[in-house]
């Protein structure tokens, strides 16, 4: 049986998708608490471990390898909130990550000697897909419900992310993201660790997120919490069930 792992960083990203999958069994770990359920998805059982990591690169880096070390995942995924730094995108939009840097890693004079390489996701261009695939029901439970609130229509993208261990909240921060990263599309604080760990452990990794921000001067805290319980989390919870069952069938046939 394939198990699939999702990291969260925050309890209001995870409550509406642990909701779903009742009744779950509670799993503490040396870092924090792992929920698990077994799941079917056309005939294929799965186990599906879930976990709240706290923000920031180190927490993301320990929950993600407790999580591997303990359960064994066959793909880890990272799901949650993001700041837009591309123009192209808008509060709504879901980012399905293909590839992800530091913003905040810096060597200095060592710089020629270590250069950084993105972490690709191999997984990517098959959610991507599955999204698209999706696009009605992501139609009822969402596009309507941004366009309403937002004034805009959401956009699925397939792109990068960049990450850093601060939130980005001014229009300068993020003017020299832009500069920096030109084909970066959203900006985070957990999904780069995620993905090193994956890539270290030899496991696949994939991650979705949703512009809940502009990452500039109109960054208002509240209204992005406020944003993801009222809005996000329902989406995430239901875009993660869609992409646990597909990475569970696909898993099976690739063995």
């Given amino acids: 049986m394939e198990t699939i792992g999702i990291i969260f960083a925050m309890e209001e990203e995870l409550d509406r998708l642990l909701e779903m999958i009742e009744p779950y069994k509670v799993v503490d770990g040396v870092l924090g608490r792992f929920f698990t359920r077994d799941l079917e998805h056309n005939g294929l059982q799965f186990q599906l471990v879930l976990t709240k990591s706290g923000m920031g690169k180190v927490r993301a880096a320990a929950h993600a390898t407790e999580m591997l070390v303990r359960f064994s995942p066959s793909v880890v995924m990272s799901f949650g909130l993001s700041g837009a730094v591309s123009d192209s995108v808008g509060i709504g939009d879901l980012v399905v990550v293909n590839s ?20 690709e996701s191999q997984l990517a261009k098959l959610m991507h897909e599955l999204l698209i695939e999706y696009s009605d029901e992501l139609e009822k439970i969402w596009s309507s419900r941004v366009s309403e609130n937002f004034g805009r229509t959401p956009v699925v993208h397939l792109g990068a992310a960049i990450t850093g261990d601060r939130l980005i909240t001014s229009n300068a921060e993020r003017a020299i993201l832009k500069d920096r990263f030109p084909g970066a599309l959203c900006v985070d604080m957990e999904i780069y660790s995620v993905a090193q760990v994956a890539k270290l452990a030899n496991t696949p990794w994939a991650g979705v997120k949703i512009i809940s921000d502009e990452a500039d001067d109109s960054f208002d805290p509240v209204q992005v919490l406020n944003f993801c319980t009222e809005h996000g989390s329902s989406v995430l919870a239901q875009v993660a069930m869609w992409s646990a069952g597909l990475f569970a069938g696909h898993l099976k046939e690739e063995a």
């Fill in 100 to 119: 992800v840097l530091q913003h905040d890693f810096d060597l200095g004079s060592l710089a020629d000697l270590s250069h950084q390489y993105p972490k």
